[in-house]
């Protein structure tokens, strides 16, 4: 069965940190573009932050460059989003996803595109 589960959600005060993980059962990241997403209530979905299967290369959305960090590592079959400075405005629930390596990690980003999803995590940033 494919599945991707996210963990590290909670609530966490302006300025805090948090870090989200992102374990794949069922297939393997190595052949899959990975990436964070968020859904504020009342908004749509958009695209965090991306990285690239094949060298390593990130996207970042504007709002959250230089505070978060993605990385992957694909021998524990996880992606991994590290949150810093946090801000009331970046409380969402966020989502890993993959997709096929046939695409770029910024399209991926970009596009909003994944073949499989995790079912989130919510993050809220109140004091």
């Known amino acids: 069965q494919v599945q991707l589960v996210e963990s590290g959600g909670g609530l966490v005060q302006p300025g805090g940190s948090l870090r989200l993980s992102c374990a794949a059962s069922g297939f393997t990241l190595d052949d899959y573009q990975l990436g964070w997403f968020r859904q504020a209530p009342g908004k749509e979905r958009e695209g965090v932050s991306c990285?690239?299967?094949?060298?390593?290369?990130?996207y970042y959305a504007a709002a959250v460059k230089g505070r978060f960090t993605i990385s992957r590592d694909n021998a524990k079959n996880t992606v991994t989003l590290q949150m810093n400075s946090l801000k009331p405005e970046d409380t969402a629930v966020y989502y890993c996803?993959?997709?096929?390596?046939?695409?770029?990690?910024?399209?991926?980003?970009?596009?909003?595109?994944?073949?499989?999803w995790g079912q989130g995590t919510q993050v809220t940033v109140s004091s």
């Open positions: 996803a993959a997709v096929h390596e046939s695409t770029t990690a910024q399209v991926m980003c970009v596009m909003i595109w994944g073949d499989y």
């Open positions: 990285i690239d299967t094949y060298d390593g290369s990130t």
